[in-house]
């Protein structure tokens, strides 16, 4: 299996597809696991189970301004997270691709957190680490 140190996003049309570096010991896939814990008047529990999720954390190491091909920039990545509505074309869901090849139906969740490396804020010298949260829905899909 081949390992990727970028992730790939894809709008729900199509239009806009861009790889992402990974900062990779910021990485973090996290089982979410629905479910309420309530405690009976008796003292035993009440556990309700539901669904699990996969989410994934990234640290995206990107520039104000991509030169390389293919690779997306600062604009691009905040361009996928303001993707909000379900209907719309394109819609809030997207294709990631992660570092294995295996693609997943995502969303963009939580909070789009920003940090300038260095002293540079414009132009090809202007990294940042984008702190960035996904949730998968339902099983992969076939790998690219």
Same mark, same amino acid.
């Given at each position: 299996m081949a390992h990727y140190s970028y992730f790939i996003l894809t709008n729900s049309n199509d239009s806009l597809i861009k790889k992402f570096r990974v900062v990779m010991p910021s990485y973090k896939r996290i089982l979410e696991k629905?479910?309420?814990? /309530?405690k009976t008047i008796d003292g035993a $529990?009440?556990?309700?189970q539901g669904a699990i999720y *996969?989410?994934? *954390?990234?640290g995206i190491r990107v520039r104000e301004s991509e030169s390389e091909e293919g690779y997306g920039d600062i604009e691009d990545l905040e361009t996928?997270?303001?993707y909000n /509505?379900? /209907?719309g074309t394109p819609s809030d869901m997207m294709t990631l691709t992660d570092h294995f090849g295996v693609n997943h139906n995502a969303y963009f969740i939580g909070d789009y957190q920003n940090? $300038?490396? #260095?002293v540079m804020i414009e #132009? #090809? *010298?202007?990294?940042s680490i984008v702190n960035a949260q996904f949730i998968f829905s339902g099983e992969p $899909? *076939?790998?690219s």
């Open positions: 629905s479910q309420s814990i /309530n $529990l009440d556990i309700s *996969e989410r994934h *954390e990234y996928f997270y303001k /509505n379900p /209907n940090s $300038l490396l #260095g #132009g #090809g *010298e202007a990294w $899909l *076939e790998s």
